[in-house]
């Protein structure tokens, strides 16, 4: 399985972004996924998960600007972001769970400037 993130970038304060998680195979099959993020000197931290079913769960730093979902017919998952602030600013990963595998993509930089 390669989960591949794109969609990062710089925005100032404020603004928005889309970022996009692909799958090499179904979606369908993963339990969960979810994305997480790391800033500069700070450990990886979960931002948001989605479930099979279509659970989800957002960090309370993100709650009401972030909205995860995810297209299985698509084999893709998405992260809207929006109200960006600074300290948003790392390094996206999606991740995925299958039983008891997870796979990791290889990130994508979000940089937000003040």
């Known amino acids: 399985v390669q989960l591949v993130e794109s969609g990062g970038g710089s925005v100032q304060a404020g603004g928005s972004l889309r970022l996009s998680c692909a799958a090499s195979?179904?979606?369908?099959?993963?339990?969960?996924m979810d994305w997480y993020r790391q800033a500069p000197g700070k450990q990886r931290e979960l931002v948001a998960t989605?479930?099979?079913?279509?659970?989800?769960y957002y960090a309370d730093p993100v709650k009401g600007r972030f909205t995860i979902s995810r297209d299985n017919a698509k084999n893709m998952m998405y992260l809207e972001m929006s109200s960006l602030k600074p300290e948003d600013t790392a390094v996206y990963y999606c991740?995925?769970?299958?039983?008891?595998?997870?796979?990791w993509g290889q990130g994508t930089q979000v940089t937000v400037s003040s």
């Open positions: 991740r995925a769970r299958r039983s008891g595998e997870f796979f």
């Open positions: 195979g179904s979606t369908f099959s993963f339990n969960t």
């Open positions: 989605i479930t099979r079913v279509g659970s989800i």
